[in-house]
């Protein structure tokens, strides 16, 4: 009795984890779902949004403050990272649309944790990964440009750009930060989302996470594409864009979520 148990265990995990069969476009319907869902009460997601942005702003306003400005660029693009965190409240609108229950500021101010204590280890890990990004980051300016001081934000982007030293830089640092954006994408696109949604723990969510990733790679890769330019329009605006970019971006992911984890 136990092995069928077992063996059930096993088969409904590989089911929950199959290739949905999804078109690399399904990512575009999700973008327009998450503008749906946007649109639906929009002072709610504008508020999220102002509130994202007052954070990045404080955060790079210390940032400056401590003298940490070597970092900035680093620490922009780590907010990849951390960013399906930041973003519960945006799921929390985006289920309680979908399942038609009641929806206030307090809904997604106070989102209830169904699974616990859960989602703050996925949190922790995630934040890991962004200090150790940002480590890696200072290490491969050392190895190109030697322990000379950072010359400052207006001429870091001569450096980069106008020099062979630099270009070598920028392709290092592209693909080492390409795998530390890989990874928690992987491994926290739809483990925040069903740690929102369903009681479950912070291992089988990464790991379910990841799996689905895996098996429905392409369109996965399209939306994937489709964060990094908003994300890079939102850097372009002086973060401003993030008002409207980041809770887009996450009622979004909770249709990616809903397409293909809780299909």
């Known amino acids: ?127 890991l990964l962004m200090v150790f990004w940002m480590r890696a980051a200072v290490l491969i300016y050392a190895l190109f440009f030697g322990l000379r001081p950072f010359p400052g934000l207006d001429h870091i982007v001569p450096m980069l750009f106008f020099t062979p030293v630099g270009w070598a830089m920028l392709v290092t640092g592209t693909i080492v930060g390409g795998l530390f954006a890989a990874f928690s994408f992987a491994i926290s696109v739809f483990a925040i989302p069903m740690l929102v949604d369903r009681r479950t723990d912070a291992l089988t969510a990464m790991g379910t996470s990841m799996a689905l990733v895996w098996n429905n790679l392409p369109v996965m890769l399209m939306w994937g594409a489709i964060v990094l330019a908003f994300f890079l329009i939102a850097v372009a605006t002086g973060l401003i864009g993030l008002v409207v970019i980041f809770p887009l971006l996450g009622h979004a992911t909770w249709h990616a979520y809903a397409a293909i984890a809780r299909s």
Do not use: C
């Not at 136990?2 to 973008?31: C, K, V």
């Open 1 to 127: 009795m136990a092995n069928d148990i077992h063996a059930d265990d096993f088969q409904a995990a590989a089911l929950s984890t199959r290739n949905r069969g999804l078109p690399i476009l399904e990512a575009f319907h999700w973008l327009g779902d998450g503008w749906r869902d946007f649109t639906a009460r929009p002072g709610l997601s504008l508020f999220y949004g102002v509130g994202v942005l007052a954070l990045s702003a404080l955060t790079v306003a210390a940032m400056f403050a401590a003298g940490w400005d070597h970092i900035l660029f680093p620490a922009l693009s780590g907010f990849m990272i951390v960013g399906p965190l930041i973003a519960i409240g945006t799921y929390e609108k985006s289920r309680r649309l979908t399942e038609g229950e009641p929806l206030g500021l307090r809904h997604i101010l106070f989102v209830p944790l169904r699974s616990g204590g859960q989602i703050f280890f996925v949190g922790l890990i995630l934040a």
